[in-house]
């Protein structure tokens, strides 16, 4: 007799209760999309690991031993065991408990963040949500120790390892205070665009040239940044208290009050945001919900 568990292989467990239910070796191996011969051979090493016949021939098929009716119920609990380890664990996001943590730039925080809140909130109130700053050099191996478990980037931001999906596509408008000389003209001309004074959200700080200098520069055209700021939050309320005019991400235009929104008068490539994940929450229920619901919420 066999009783090293080392060497006893699972599959023969399975041969064992298809065996057991069908008291018939051709039917076992339907059922176990096996050759009969193969299953003859399993039961043959079943025998010797059990040391005991297991079954033996009748006029219909064959008939269990009392060892192999001893072994029926104790086989069949753990092979549902086993299924039951193989299967994802049912998650329940209105009773769930558990922390999300995700990596966001302060213009995520606005387009991203604050929609997906609101759904979060009503779907899985139990779940809390962590919101850090974006790290470029260590979000990959603060996602592979789960530090981190969703990153808000831009398709070239995102490491090549990660899975990732977009979002969203972003474009980009002009932001002014409601009582602006030129926010009732419905419009704005290239010429006036670059004769007034602009703010820019530089994310590195100080910088003042950006995608509109970019899409200006390809026209020989200049405009006049006269304030860098390093977020976007504090953009609405200087330009609230200034003549200064901000181009600025859609997203971001429409969640503030009390400003005007116009279109540029020149084409400015937008971007896209991207959600980004490990592979170590890939596969796993509550993570797979929670990024479908940042789709649903946030997604174009």
């Given at each position: 007799?066999n009783t090293?568990?080392?060497t006893l292989?699972?599959?023969?467990l399975k041969?064992?209760?298809a065996?057991?239910d069908?008291?018939?070796v051709t039917?076992?191996?339907?059922r176990?999309?096996?050759?009969q011969?193969?299953?003859s051979?399993?039961?043959t090493r079943?025998?010797?690991?059990?040391?005991?016949?297991l079954?033996?021939r009748?006029?219909?098929g064959?008939?269990?031993?009392?060892?192999a009716l001893?072994?029926a119920e104790?086989?069949k609990?753990?092979?549902?065991?086993v299924e039951?380890?193989?299967?994802p664990?049912a998650?329940d996001p209105?009773?769930?408990s558990l922390t999300?943590?995700?990596a966001?730039?302060d213009?995520?925080?606005r387009?991203?963040v604050v929609?997906?809140?609101?759904?979060?909130r009503?779907k899985a109130p139990?779940?809390?949500?962590?919101?850090l700053?974006?790290d470029?050099a260590?979000?990959?191996?603060?996602l592979?120790?789960?530090?981190i478990?969703l990153a808000?980037?831009?398709?070239?931001s995102?490491?090549q390892?990660?899975?990732?999906?977009?979002?969203?596509?972003?474009?980009?408008?002009c932001?002014l205070?409601?009582?602006h000389?030129?926010?009732?003209?419905?419009?704005?001309?290239?010429?006036?665009?670059?004769q007034?004074d602009?703010?820019l959200?530089?994310?590195?700080?100080?910088?003042?040239?950006?995608?509109t200098?970019?899409?200006?520069r390809?026209?020989g055209?200049?405009?006049?940044v006269?304030?860098?700021?390093?977020?976007f939050?504090v953009?609405?309320?200087?330009?609230?208290?200034s003549?200064l005019?901000?181009v600025?991400p859609?997203?971001l235009?429409a969640a503030?009050?009390?400003?005007?929104?116009?279109?540029?008068?020149?084409?400015i490539?937008g971007?896209?945001?991207?959600?980004?994940?490990?592979?170590?929450t890939?596969h796993d229920?509550?993570?797979?919900w929670?990024r479908?619901l940042l789709?649903?919420a946030?997604?174009?």
């Amino acid at each position: 007799m066999n009783t090293d568990i080392r060497t006893l292989d699972f599959n023969l467990l399975k041969t064992l209760d298809a065996l057991l239910d069908e008291r018939n070796v051709t039917r076992a191996a339907e059922r176990l999309a096996l050759t009969q011969p193969a299953v003859s051979g399993m039961l043959t090493r079943l025998r010797e690991s059990f040391d005991d016949p297991l079954f033996v021939r009748a006029q219909r098929g064959i008939v269990p031993t009392p060892r192999a009716l001893e072994l029926a119920e104790p086989v069949k609990r753990i092979l549902g065991e086993v299924e039951n380890l193989l299967q994802p664990p049912a998650f329940d996001p209105s009773t769930a408990s558990l922390t999300l943590t995700l990596a966001s730039t302060d213009y995520a925080l606005r387009a991203v963040v604050v929609p997906f809140l609101s759904a979060l909130r009503q779907k899985a109130p139990g779940i809390r949500l962590a919101v850090l700053p974006v790290d470029s050099a260590r979000l990959p191996a603060r996602l592979e120790r789960g530090e981190i478990d969703l990153a808000l980037l831009t398709p070239e931001s995102t490491p090549q390892d990660l899975h990732a999906r977009t979002l969203f596509d972003e474009q980009y408008v002009c932001l002014l205070r409601q009582d602006h000389p030129y926010a009732q003209t419905g419009e704005l001309t290239l010429e006036r665009f670059c004769q007034l004074d602009h703010a820019l959200v530089s994310y590195e700080g100080g910088n003042f040239l950006g995608v509109t200098d970019d899409a200006l520069r390809k026209l020989g055209l200049r405009r006049r940044v006269t304030l860098s700021v390093s977020s976007f939050l504090v953009l609405p309320d200087i330009l609230r208290v200034s003549d200064l005019i901000a181009v600025v991400p859609a997203r971001l235009a429409a969640a503030t009050r009390d400003l005007a929104v116009l279109p540029p008068p020149l084409a400015i490539e937008g971007f896209s945001k991207v959600v980004a994940w490990h592979q170590r929450t890939h596969h796993d229920a509550s993570h797979r919900w929670l990024r479908q619901l940042l789709f649903e919420a946030c997604g174009s």
